[in-house]
């Protein structure tokens, strides 16, 4: 009786899988020499920029296999353009998605600098490229979760948790569409005694996230508590903050041994400023020398050359 509900626990929970999708970028020929960064752009505009992994750490499934994974959020209908990136090279593709799609955006990098792009929408069947079937994520046994509660109540409902912690993934933070649509704010890097200065002048009217030491941290910083955090996670943070009311958001890195590599394949700086694309400002202590550098004396003889030439 009970192997019979299981059945139909799972078999009710199968069909929505339109709540969300999962990105799955192949790259078999081993084209990518440093960590992609991929850019969703969904039928309404939405742009969703994300770093997928091949760690092993769900949802993706094997490490080093050139499979790289990352959730996506319900992509709507109609045209979906996909853009990879790693280094200077870059792969774009687009697909349609149909209505009610959910399942797997097949991501496959081409030799001419295209990227071949299908939605995967039954996971019984085998995917386009040879991948393998996407790992199924805990929102797909929801629907489960109401027939073990009615018809097993007590131990139903209990093994249906159990059932659904054994699904369940680990920490991945949410993809969010871009902040705002102005113009991309460049990444700049500071000395250690630039901080305070900077806080005191650019950051002054932002809420600013920190993730490293800092003494006698002004009310207006909040600071990361959690050590050897991810670039993405951390962005992920500062995404959860600019969703609350309050002054804009902006990111301060006083010590990048603060962060962890995103699977050693590029430095910490370097995927901070993939995973903010520009949409708040990002201050890194010590970072890497191509960027913007920034201290109380270049701000003011910019504001004198703004001043002269307003004149």
């Keep these: 009786m009970i192997g019979l509900l299981l059945f139909a626990t799972l078999a009710a929970a199968e069909p929505p899988r339109a709540f969300a999708m999962l990105l799955e970028l192949s790259d078999p020929e081993g084209r990518l020499v440093d ?13 969703r920029d994300m770093l997928p992994r091949d760690d092993g750490e769900a949802p993706d499934e094997k490490p080093g296999d ?28 687009q697909t349609e998605i149909p209505e009610s799609a959910g399942g797997t955006l097949l991501v496959r990098l081409q030799a001419d600098g295209t990227a071949e792009v299908v939605v995967q929408q039954d996971t019984a069947v085998a995917g386009a490229f040879d991948i393998g079937t996407p790992a199924r994520t ?12 009615v018809l097993l109540a007590g131990f139903g409902f209990g093994a249906g948790m159990v059932l659904a912690e054994g699904k369940r993934k680990a920490r991945v933070p949410a993809t969010l569409a871009a902040l705002s649509p102005g113009a991309a704010v460049a ?4 000395g250690p005694d630039a901080v305070d200065a900077a806080l005191a002048g650019p950051l002054a009217a932002h809420r600013v996230v920190c993730a ?3 003494a006698n941290a002004p009310a207006h910083v909040v600071p990361c508590v959690e050590p050897g955090v991810l670039p993405v996670e951390l962005v992920a ?3 959860a903050l600019a969703a609350g009311p309050g002054a804009p958001v902006a990111l301060l890195v006083t010590d990048l041994a603060a962060l962890d590599a995103p699977g050693g394949r590029m430095p910490p700086a370097e995927a901070l400023a993939v995973a903010v694309a520009g949409r708040f400002p990002l201050y890194v202590v010590g970072g890497p020398a191509g960027w913007e550098a920034w201290s109380p004396s270049v701000a003011a003889v910019r504001s004198e050359d703004g001043d002269a030439s307003s004149a």
């Excluded at 990879?84 to 774009?92: D, H, I, Q």
């Excluded at 990444?187 to 500071?190: E, K, T, V």
């Design 237 to 239: 943070a500062v995404e």
């Design 138 to 149: 805990v929102e797909e046994f929801r629907g489960g979760f109401l027939l073990w509660a």
């Design 212 to 214: 490293g030491a800092l």
């Design 187 to 190: 990444p700049l890097r500071l």
């Design 66 to 93: 050139r499979v790289y994974t990352h959730p996506l959020p319900n992509l709507g209908v109609g045209t979906v353009a996909v853009t990879v990136r790693a280094g200077a090279t870059s792969w774009a593709g």
């Design 35 to 47: 960590m992609p960064s991929v850019q969703v752009v969904a039928a309404d505009g939405q742009v």
